[in-house]
């Protein structure tokens, strides 16, 4: 494809997961279930532009990020409210609150489109993060492809357990087939279930997971060795990156 | 996890170390310098990073430097997926990890209404 590339890299980067950032790429730029690749490109431009935006760093700094009066410094012709979603979840996802999602759902963006949203900024995030730790320019955001969106909602999705609708599995059809890789149990936990309002934007999600951390099905093998470093050292990792980030799940 | 995996190998943890920057290795091999690299690439401020990768390289090499930025990269997804949708834990972690958050402290993270 050759949206990406680590040969840059002083580390060699495991073919599959230089394979999955890159089909992440792909994702970016063709059309999503709700935005065209123009949208989802511009919430990827907007997720990078969030680190330099002053407004963003005072609501950061501040005890009560809500309070803090403000505009963001937009990088792309995004709507004021979904500028508003990628930034604080790029910057401050520790503080999110229900009300603050429900201010964004006042604000017109629908939940499905919420969702996708969210998936766009935590690619954006996943694939920054890991060149930032290798020591890597960021990759180039690819061109947009063209393709129309296929606004597919899951007609079983159900409210109540998150603030986002979600997807049990006994509720999926067979158009929901692509989060075979997202639901590996029969009770797939809830941040597998979490983007499931929007079934291709899961399954992209966690067709990085299974590289970047662990492939599902060798995720309870909590005492084998699959990676250059031991289960434990990989959790102390995780932990400490959800303490620092200030999440509690 | 990180518990789990302690029990399954039957190697002694302090998880202290994943909420507590001074709580150091936590028992596990090369914790410290894991830490600091996961925290020098989430603060982002340059020389830090670039001290810990080269500490991290020459201690555990290239192949465990792409998998624990790997790592960093996952949970920097994850954490904001979970985040951002309002997912809460799953009643059964919910029960079988009561303790151990509110040991390390860990309900103080929950977002408020």
Not at chain 1, 93 to 122: K, M, N
Not at chain 2, 27 to 51: M, W, Y
Not at chain 2, 95 to 110: C, H, K, N, Q, Y
Request: aromatic residues 6%; glycine residues 8%; contains cysteine.
């Amino acid at each position: 494809m050759g949206l990406l590339s680590y040969d840059a890299a002083d580390v060699v980067v495991r073919e599959d997961l230089a394979a999955a950032h890159e089909r992440a790429w792909l994702r970016l730029a063709r059309a999503g279930t709700w935005f065209r690749a123009e949208r989802r490109l511009a919430i990827a431009a907007e997720t990078r532009a969030a680190r330099d935006c002053a407004y963003c760093a005072e609501c950061k700094a501040a005890l009560s990020p809500y309070a803090v009066e403000g505009s963001h410094r937009a990088a792309t012709d995004l709507p004021e409210n979904l500028v508003e979603v990628v930034h604080r979840v790029a910057t401050d996802p520790g503080r999110l609150t229900h009300a603050w999602f429900e201010r964004a759902r006042q604000s017109g963006i629908g939940d499905a489109e919420f969702v996708e949203t969210v998936g766009v900024t935590a690619t954006t995030i996943a694939v920054d993060m890991f060149c930032r730790a290798i020591g890597v320019a960021p990759h180039p955001l690819p061109e947009p492809e063209p393709g129309e969106p296929s606004r597919a909602r899951p007609a079983g999705a159900k409210s109540g357990t998150a603030w986002v609708p979600m997807l049990a599995p006994e509720d999926r059809t067979a158009a929901e087939a692509c989060l075979d890789n997202v639901y590996v149990s029969p009770d797939p936990t809830f941040v597998r279930r979490a983007l499931s309002l929007v079934p291709r934007e899961a399954s992209g999600l966690f067709d990085m997971v299974d590289a970047q951390y662990l492939p599902g099905r060798l995720i309870a093998d909590v005492a084998g060795r699959h990676r250059a470093i031991d289960r434990a050292q990989m959790e102390l990792i995780a932990g400490r990156v959800s303490a620092v980030n200030g999440c509690f799940y | 996890m990180l518990r789990a995996s302690a029990r399954a190998t039957g190697d002694a943890v302090d998880l202290n170390a994943i909420v507590d920057e001074e709580a150091g290795d936590g028992g596990i091999p090369h914790g410290s310098l894991l830490k600091a690299f996961a925290e020098a690439t989430l603060a982002d401020d340059g020389t830090p990073l670039t001290d810990v990768r080269k500490r991290l390289r020459n201690a555990l090499g290239d192949a465990a430097l792409v998998d624990a930025a790997a790592v960093i990269a996952n949970y920097s997804a994850l954490d904001r997926v979970a985040d951002a949708t309002g997912i809460p834990l799953e009643p059964a972690k919910e029960a079988g990890t009561a303790d151990l958050r509110a040991e390390l402290g860990i309900d103080a993270f929950r977002g408020s209404p």
